[in-house]
């Protein structure tokens, strides 16, 4: 090859390497839609009550669904006056798990799941990985063929699209 050729070269390589970077890449589902729709309906009986419908969490704003008035004593006292509960999905929520995995995250759910101040009915390990599927679908990752389990290692923020 004589310099030229090489120089086209290194500048096709470059070329390639800026259009792959320049992509947003995403990994590929790593839960299915139906854990997703199971884990919404899970979701709003149980962490949704609390952290509303939208997962947006609780500011003490007139239009949080459902109305804070709806709960049972013990939840009302637990979320606090003035009216205060952590969004699940969001710049936030991100923040603060983005960079963490689903494993992670699950774990996370697990511990207020398997809490029993809360009381949650039917509430078992698959809920909770459900509820989890639900909860990255909100913020932005896609479904896919591939089921989210309790070992599923992909940092969330590669999820989100
Ligand atoms: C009774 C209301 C209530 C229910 C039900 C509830 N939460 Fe919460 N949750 C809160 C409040 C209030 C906080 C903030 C105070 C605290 O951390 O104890 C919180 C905090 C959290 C946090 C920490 C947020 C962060 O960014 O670190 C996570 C995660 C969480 N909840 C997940 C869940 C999940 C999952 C469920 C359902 C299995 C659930 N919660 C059910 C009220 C609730």
Redesign the pocket.
Known sequence: MNRKAILLAVAMLGTGRLILTGQHQTAPGVFTSAQAEAGRKA?EN??G???TYTLLGRKGDADELPPVSS?PAA?RK???NPN???P?AGRA?LD??GEKTAAELIA??QV??SDPF?Q?EG?NDDT?VN?TAYVLQVNGAKAGTQPLTRTTGVVVNSLIQ
């Open positions: 979701y149980t962490c009550r609390c952290h709960l939840y637990f979320i606090g205060h509960v952590p699940l929520f603060r798990w996370r759910f207020t799941a809360f949650f509430m909770t509820i």
